[in-house]
């Protein structure tokens, strides 16, 4: 009969101990009301031993002047009110690092506008937003990144083979390049616009190095390049399956430049 007991206790404490991680695991608010806040936050993010669920919510707007790299899953959104984060020097913009860190912009059915603003200088080179070593982001509706004039890298990229940015609402518009996948990374777009960029080179939407372009919906519109004024693909993957690319110019290949 105690063998039994101690038995039973014995799966009771295995079973507890297998839960435990996942009781832990919270979701973690952080207030930003200022630039230092939001350096400040960041770094406590990345400093913390437990894979919570953090999220960033902007009390005021405010004016990113360096690089900010976020090694834990973090979503950033708008507080109460539409809200906005401007971009301003050549080292300026948010990063996401490492396999299973996932960075939302905004959120979900979130009704609060979230944007994301160049000073239009043509000199910074730095993207608003990097995805690498295999991180993921997503953006959502209400979200606009806007006035990115550098003909340098683009608003958005995404570098790694498992590194993912999936487009699910939102606009990207009034920009140079939108957008530059290299290196085996995906962009997947499901929905939103990219809308009315121009850049000198080849593709609004750059696909470089085994990438991959899968288009589910959405639309690009009013752009223009020197070559694939809506989309560029150098030896890699586009997959088409919904979706729109109209109006849109470049030196050859309006819509569509793609080589191997």
Same mark, same amino acid.
């Not at 906005?84 to 299973?100: D, L, Q």
């Not at 960075?103 to 009704?111: C, E, H, Q, R, V």
């Not at 550098?150 to 920009?175: D, H, L, P, Q, Y």
């Given at each position: 009969?105690?063998?039994k007991?101690?038995?039973?206790l014995g799966?009771?404490?295995?079973?507890?101990?297998?839960?435990?991680?996942?009781?832990m695991?919270?979701?973690?608010?952080h207030?930003?009301t200022?630039d230092?806040?939001?350096?400040?936050?960041?770094? @406590?993010?990345?400093? *913390?031993?437990?894979?919570?669920? &953090?999220v #960033?919510?902007l009390?005021?707007?405010?004016?990113?002047t360096?690089?900010?790299?976020l090694?834990?899953?973090?979503t #950033?959104?708008?507080?109460?009110?539409?809200?906005?984060?401007?971009?301003?020097?050549?080292?300026a913009?948010?990063?996401? %690092?490492?396999?299973?860190?996932v960075?939302?912009?905004?959120?979900?059915?979130?009704?609060?506008?979230?944007?994301?603003?160049?000073?239009g200088?043509?000199?910074?080179?730095?993207?608003?937003?990097?995805?690498s070593?295999? %991180?993921?982001?997503?953006?959502?509706?209400?979200?606009?990144?806007?006035?990115?004039?550098?003909?340098?890298?683009?608003c958005?990229? #995404?570098?790694g /083979?498992?590194?993912?940015?999936?487009?699910?609402?939102?606009?990207?518009? @009034?920009? *140079?390049?939108?957008?530059?996948?290299? *290196?085996?990374a995906t962009?997947?777009?499901?929905d939103?616009e990219?809308?009315?960029?121009?850049?000198n080179?080849?593709?609004?939407?750059?696909v470089?190095?085994?990438?991959?372009?899968?288009?589910?919906?959405?639309?690009? /519109?009013?752009?223009?390049?020197g070559?694939?004024?809506?989309?560029?693909a150098?030896? /890699?993957?586009?997959?088409?399956?919904?979706?729109?690319? *109209?109006?849109?110019?470049?030196?050859?290949?309006?819509?569509?430049?793609?080589? &191997?």
């Amino acid at each position: 009969m105690n063998r039994k007991i101690w038995k039973a206790l014995g799966i009771v404490v295995c079973m507890l101990a297998l839960a435990a991680p996942h009781a832990m695991a919270e979701t973690i608010t952080h207030m930003v009301t200022a630039d230092t806040d939001f350096a400040k936050v960041v770094k @406590n993010i990345n400093a *913390s031993g437990v894979d919570d669920e &953090n999220v #960033i919510e902007l009390c005021a707007d405010i004016t990113l002047t360096g690089n900010h790299t976020l090694k834990r899953s973090t979503t #950033i959104k708008s507080k109460d009110e539409d809200r906005k984060i401007s971009i301003n020097g050549s080292n300026a913009g948010i990063t996401v %690092a490492g396999e299973g860190t996932v960075l939302n912009l905004g959120a979900k059915g979130y009704d609060k506008k979230l944007t994301i603003e160049g000073d239009g200088d043509a000199k910074i080179q730095v993207a608003f937003v990097t995805v690498s070593e295999g %991180a993921t982001a997503n953006m959502y509706e209400n979200v606009t990144l806007q006035n990115r004039k550098s003909t340098g890298n683009a608003c958005i990229v #995404i570098m790694g /083979s498992k590194s993912v940015f999936n487009m699910r609402g939102g606009v990207t518009e @009034n920009c *140079s390049r939108a957008v530059i996948a290299d *290196s085996g990374a995906t962009f997947h777009m499901f929905d939103g616009e990219i809308k009315d960029c121009k850049v000198n080179s080849e593709g609004v939407i750059l696909v470089n190095g085994e990438s991959k372009f899968i288009m589910d919906g959405g639309t690009i /519109s009013g752009c223009e390049a020197g070559a694939g004024g809506g989309l560029y693909a150098d030896n /890699s993957t586009i997959t088409i399956s919904n979706g729109a690319i *109209s109006g849109c110019k470049g030196g050859c290949g309006g819509g569509l430049y793609a080589k &191997n």
